[in-house]
């Protein structure tokens, strides 16, 4: 099944090009059908990059999904077109009577910052408290998985000495396999962070199920057994090049950066990176959508009445 997005939004063209399959709103509204709700929080820079990078691995499932996407009111970034914003974007106020399946809360540049000092983090609260009632489920990535920790449980993020950068092997959990069937037993992941989510602050909560952990990067996806947010602590939804475009941002504003490591065909930069790690992306996206399916309510306007532990 199709995934359903703006009908004027850039990305399409892409997604097309990639075969992902689109439905368009009037097309939507004569099946019988009631879609998965996903609302994208996007707060990466680039934006566009981040709607086709989850677009293409939500569109690879066969359920129909809507797509949603959101940004915050009290920050507009700066290397986004208001106009654009304004079109295919929602804030708050918005959705705020609205019923999701799920939230998606992206990583965020603004990882090295305290969380309180991050300029729309009382609005990212709101969203989190908010989503308690409205939305099903929610996945953080990297920043806003450390976010959603920290504003339910105060667990901190600590800063690394070097920025783990590259592409790193995750070793799964063979005891909790429900979101990771069909992965081998080591699976690649691209990793970009200057901080880290201690295990052992990790292991205070029973709650918590660690599914796919790294030598060098530390915990890689976990799970909260009691109201099942998952957390993802880096990028499986990354492009090829992703990390190389961060790589060249970081050496022309001469900040400290060393070469991604296993990520450069024979550490040369000259060498096209490969995407070794988009089939375990898709498996991932696939797993958790069919569960989400199989666990979400057929009317959503129930959860107004839940009480989220």
């Known amino acids: 099944m199709p995934i359903k997005i703006p009908s004027k939004l850039p990305a399409k063209q892409q997604l097309e090009k990639e075969q992902v399959q689109l439905i368009a709103s009037d097309t939507a509204l004569r099946q019988d059908i009631r879609p998965m709700k996903v609302l994208l929080l996007n707060l990466m820079p680039k934006k566009r990059d981040t709607e086709v990078q989850f677009a293409r691995l939500l569109g690879n499932s066969p359920l129909q999904i809507e797509l949603t996407l959101m940004t915050t009111a009290s920050y507009k970034p700066k290397n986004e077109e208001t106009a654009y914003l304004d079109e295919f974007y ?26 309180l000092d991050v300029i729309y983090w009382n609005e990212l609260i709101k969203i989190i408290d908010w989503s308690d009632k409205h939305v099903f489920q929610r996945i953080g990535i990297c920043w806003g998985a450390q976010a959603l920790l920290y504003h339910q449980y105060k667990i901190e993020k600590y800063s690394l000495e070097d920025k783990i950068f590259g592409i790193y092997s995750h070793k799964i959990n063979p005891a909790k396999l429900r ?64 990390l190389h475009n961060e790589y060249k941002r970081d050496l022309e504003a001469k900040s400290k950066i060393k070469m991604p490591e296993n990520y450069y065909p024979n550490n040369d930069i000259n060498n096209t990176p490969k995407n070794i790690w988009r089939p375990f992306a898709f498996l991932l996206f696939a797993n958790w959508l069919n569960q989400l399916y199989q666990k979400t309510p057929f009317d959503l306007t129930t959860l107004i009445d839940r009480k989220r532990v």
Do not use: C, W
Not at 90 to 115: H, M, R, S
Not at 194 to 200: A, M, P
């Open 90 to 115: 929602y804030t708050l106020n918005d959705v705020k009577n609205n019923f999701y399946d799920a939230l998606i809360i992206t990583g965020a540049p603004v990882e090295t910052l305290p969380f």
């Open 179 to 242: 979101l990771m069937q069909g992965f081998t037993d080591n699976f690649p992941m691209p990793v970009s962070r200057h901080t880290e989510t201690k295990i052992e602050d990790i292991n205070n909560y029973p709650e918590f199920d660690i599914l796919a952990q790294s030598n060098q990067a530390g915990i890689g996806m976990m799970i909260n057994n009691k109201n099942d947010d998952f957390f993802i602590f880096n990028h499986l939804e990354y492009d090829f090049n992703t």
